[in-house]
């Protein structure tokens, strides 16, 4: 994990984390608890032969968390939310106590069905949103599904905004398209789909509810019809950013 200083101009990466070793050298995702200022970082298996470490010593993890993968093929986690702390692997949602997590905190699952979830997200009222084929908003306390939004698709990295009371998924619609889906929580209804070519990873400044998305570059020999290459970055990617008009 990388630590920058925000503060500085230009940003300067003030530390380096290790999470343990891992099959695929990374961690994975990360989610910020704002109540117990706790950085929650999801990594894949350890590579055969290896043993997840965390000296305490040297590095400053509080606590780890193994799961047993549940089905075959299932190779790690994904985004951890906050700050109720909840986590999900393999299709199912585990929820933990934040409050200094220790490895026996989790407290609940909920079986999402053989889907494959990937983005998780809470939001208020107790509402848990899960990114697993499509949308799912779920009871955060009983694992109660909601709402299953299916005019876009699951997608990856999931996002809530309690500035606009808004839900944001990257992923393509029922025509193929790759779109943002924008989903209203307090009603856990859909509200329009975006195109945004090869977007992805939403997340959103809650002070003005500008909502900003990755745009990944085509492959190289390849026509750019992306959002970038429209306004002179073709090629090369950017960060797109929307407004509420």
Request: charged share 15%; glycine share 12%; aromatic share 6%.
């Amino acid at each position: 994990m990388q630590v920058a200083d925000l503060n500085l101009d230009p940003p300067v990466i003030i530390k380096t984390i290790s999470t343990g070793p891992v099959s695929n050298g990374r961690a994975d995702e990360l989610g910020y608890d704002p109540l117990e200022h706790i950085i929650l970082i999801a990594t894949p298996a350890p590579t055969p032969g290896t043993q997840r470490s965390f000296p305490r010593t040297r590095t400053p993890c509080l606590a780890r968390f193994n799961f047993r993968m549940p089905r075959a093929g299932a190779a790690g986690m994904g985004l951890p939310a906050s700050p109720v702390s909840p986590d999900r692997t393999g299709g199912h949602d585990f929820v933990r106590r934040g409050h200094r997590p220790r490895e026996d905190d989790r407290d609940k699952k909920f079986p999402l069905g053989n889907c494959g979830a990937t983005g998780l997200v809470l939001g208020p009222f107790q509402l848990l949103m899960a990114s697993c084929g499509f949308p799912i908003i779920l009871n955060a306390i009983d694992g109660h599904i909601i709402a299953t939004i299916t005019q876009v698709h699951g997608g990856d990295q999931i996002w809530y905004s309690n500035g606009d009371g808004r839900l944001y998924v990257t992923s393509t619609d029922n025509a193929g398209q790759q779109s943002l889906g924008v989903i209203d929580l307090q009603s856990s209804t859909w509200l329009q789909n975006i195109p945004v070519n090869r977007g992805k990873n939403p997340t959103v400044f809650e002070a003005n509810n500008e909502i900003f998305v990755t745009v990944t570059a085509p492959p190289a020999g390849t026509a750019d019809t992306t959002v970038c290459a429209a306004n002179g970055l073709s090629g090369r990617g950017c960060m797109a950013v929307y407004h509420h008009y």
